[in-house]
């Protein structure tokens, strides 16, 4: 059984940056997918970013590009997502995933296998 714990979330103002981080136990992850999403209050589900099981393809939601990067340290088992110039309406419970195939489709949550529990941020204006 895999275990996601995220980290890194709280409160920042507008245009800071934070760093999240999903630290992997139980098996390696180096051959898994590895995305980010976030849930706002009242809203679906949204798709962040992801990352191929080497770290050698990323993938981005448009509203992040250039603001948010994804990466991995596959030797510690951990993916990272690193927030830039962050704004009001980036404020959300973020999650990370594995998915242990791929080929996938990684901006589709139903893409994953293993979810955390989420850290919040929160950006103020």
């Known amino acids: 059984q895999v275990q996601l714990v995220e980290s890194g979330g709280g409160l920042v103002q507008a245009g800071g940056s934070l760093r999240l981080s999903c630290a992997a136990s139980?098996?390696?992850?180096?051959?898994?997918?590895m995305g980010w999403f976030r849930q706002a209050p009242g809203k679906e589900r949204e798709f962040v970013a992801a990352?191929?099981?080497?770290?050698?393809?990323?993938y981005y939601a448009d509203s992040v590009k250039g603001r948010f990067t994804i990466s991995r340290d596959n030797a510690k088992n951990t993916s990272y997502l690193q927030m830039n110039s962050l704004k009001p309406e980036d404020t959300a419970v973020y999650s990370c995933?594995?998915?242990?195939?791929?080929?996938?489709?990684?901006?589709?949550?139903?893409?994953?296998?293993?979810w955390g529990q989420g850290t919040q941020v929160t950006v103020s204006s």
């Open positions: 139980g098996r390696t992850l180096r051959s898994y997918a």
């Open positions: 990352i191929n099981w080497s770290g050698g393809s990323t």
């Open positions: 995933a594995a998915a242990r195939y791929s080929g996938i489709v990684y901006a589709l949550p139903a893409s994953y296998d293993y």
